[in-house]
């Protein structure tokens, strides 16, 4: 029988300071954005257009599994972003069924401005999450029957 490794108090706090941390992080792209004008959805949905992998296409159905919405959410946030202007749909050359969101100058300017500041953000202080990251990556040393009867006798 294979015994799980207890959770240690380390693990713990480290699962509880990376929760913090992403909260934090997240919490202040949100401000950064109103700060500019936009809502964290909109943002949200520039930086997903804009970051897309190499070779996808930003039709609806991908920006709102990349963004966790339900597609008419998507739809309903594409017609928001459109109606001010920040995004553009057009018909896809490839396949014609397929609509494809694209940034407008004004949707990237907006993108720019909070995007230097989070990566900025990041660069200043990322290093902890990435610590805190790695803390959890490391795995606890799971002890032999050799090593408890050593410790035993240590007692």
């Known amino acids: 029988m294979i015994r ?30 109103q700060r500019a004008g936009l809502e964290p959805q909109q943002y949200l949905l520039l930086l997903t257009i804009r970051g897309l992998p190499e070779g996808q296409e930003s039709t ?16 309903e946030l594409v017609n928001r972003m459109e109606r001010h202007g920040y995004v553009r749909r057009l018909r896809s050359q490839s396949d014609r069924r397929n609509v494809l969101v694209y940034l407008q100058p004004r ?22 999450l990435v610590e805190t990251i790695s803390s959890l990556l490391e795995r606890p040393r799971v ?13």
């Not at 050593?150 to 007692?155: A, D, F, G, T």
């Open 4 to 33: 799980r490794a207890k959770i240690t108090d380390e693990e713990f706090r480290a699962l509880a300071e990376l929760r913090y941390r992403i909260r934090r992080f997240v919490q202040q792209g949100n401000v950064l954005a």
């Open 60 to 75: 609806i159905r991908v920006l709102a599994e990349r963004l966790s919405l339900q597609h008419h959410s998507a739809v």
């Open 107 to 128: 949707g990237e300017r907006l993108l720019d401005r909070v995007a230097k500041q989070r990566i900025s953000e990041i660069r200043s202080e990322g290093r902890t």
């Open 143 to 155: 002890r032999t029957r050799q090593d408890k009867q050593i410790l035993r006798r240590k007692k």
